[in-house]
């Protein structure tokens, strides 16, 4: 008989494998339902086991996530998911780590810990969720709320300048950058699917409605009657064209982005851009991640995607070069060492 063991093929997955008991507790029409249903149908197009998932959040709406997850997962403390995130995957580098935060959480009381996590390039996955405000403590505002916004925080407008997550994560080192909306989870499922595939940190922005306190936020880019002007969906290797008949694009004018019409003045297709989410140098990534409308669409998709060594990667080695390189495997080995004395 051998000694062989086989692996066995994984069963086959559902949406319903990943879908907890748990009642979910959001708002109605929160765009957070849309996120886990989006979630849940990616999961079973990853090939990995199901018990080797892991959802780990911190505080927020948000944070609720872990409990609607049939996998396992940890309800962490606001601002702290990335410290634990990142524990999990160097204690087992084979789970497949993904961290559930806001944009109050993540930038502002977590913002150390985020640019640290992504600076370091370790393999989790974190979700960003961008509402631009804060929905759990009842609408202040949040790192991303714009210029004269009015919140209950903010009641003569806010006055600070918003972070962007993406240029932030860029100017961090991040190699892999993606931004997709919660009324779109045909495009969330396939980000989601492709960020699993990405060695190192993967950071999803996802624009999100909070319909309570900041409804339509992001009604400039979301609604039908915009989505087509206002909308580019890129793909890497594919030029950068939108509107309703693709008849829009991207060209580069001087240092400058310039939104161009084919057909007019002598503009045709082969002048827009192509997308490059591999090329190293992030000064093109930069620009489409600070596109907004009204002048511009809003760039969706994976804008980054770059390789590199991960921290969990390189913790591995080294701690597998260490072993090579001691003089004791074991602590026996050490304590009987040397000079050794039996007391009777």
């Known amino acids: 008989m051998s000694d062989q063991t086989v692996d066995s093929p994984r069963p086959k997955l559902t949406k319903k494998d990943f879908t907890s008991d748990q009642m979910v507790r959001w708002c109605p029409g929160c765009g957070d339902y849309a996120i886990l ?18 959802f780990i959040s911190g505080i927020g709406c948000a944070a609720r996530f872990p409990y609607y997850m049939n996998t396992y997962g940890f309800h962490t403390i606001h601002g702290r998911a990335p410290a634990v995130a990142t524990g ?4 087992n ?33 974190i979700l960003l969720f961008n509402n631009e405000i804060y929905g759990l403590t009842k609408g ?11 919140t209950k925080s903010t009641p003569m407008g806010g006055i600070e300048r918003p972070f962007s997550a993406g240029e932030l994560a860029l100017s961090a080192g991040g190699t892999f950058f993606a931004r997709t909306i919660d009324t779109n989870p045909k495009l969330m499922t ?22 309570i306190f900041n409804d339509k936020a992001h ?30 694009g991207l060209i580069l004018s001087g240092f400058k982005l310039e939104v161009v019409t084919i057909g007019e003045n002598g503009i045709t297709e082969d002048d827009v851009l192509v997308h490059d989410a591999h090329e190293q140098d992030t000064i093109i990534h930069h620009m ?7 002048f511009f669409p809003m760039a969706l998709g994976i804008i980054r995607s770059v390789e590199d060594n991960t921290y969990d990667q390189l913790v591995e ?22 000079n050794t004395w039996e007391v009777k």
């Open 190 to 211: 396939q980000i989601f699917v492709e960020s699993s595939k990405h060695k190192g940190t993967s950071l999803i922005e996802i624009l999100q409605n909070c319909v």
């Open 317 to 338: 080695e080294q701690y597998q070069q260490s072993l090579a390189n001691a003089s004791y495997q074991n602590v026996d080995e050490l304590l009987q060492s040397g």
């Open 37 to 54: 249903s989006a979630i849940q149908n990616s999961l079973p197009q990853i090939p990995e086991n199901k018990e080797d998932f892991v």
């Open 219 to 248: 009604g400039a880019v979301t609604s039908k009657e915009n989505k087509d002007d206002f909308q580019l969906h890129l793909e890497h290797g594919e030029r950068m064209l939108f509107g309703k008949e693709k008849q829009k």
């Open 88 to 91: 999990v995957k160097l204690s």
């Open 140 to 150: 202040q505002y949040s790192p991303t709320s714009r210029i004269g916004q009015v």
């Open 288 to 294: 489409l991640i600070r596109m907004a409308p009204p």
């Open 93 to 125: 580098p084979k789970l497949s780590v993904w961290e559930i935060t806001g944009d109050g959480d993540a930038l502002a009381i977590g913002g150390n810990h985020f640019i640290h996590a992504i600076r370091r390039n370790i393999d989790i996955n």
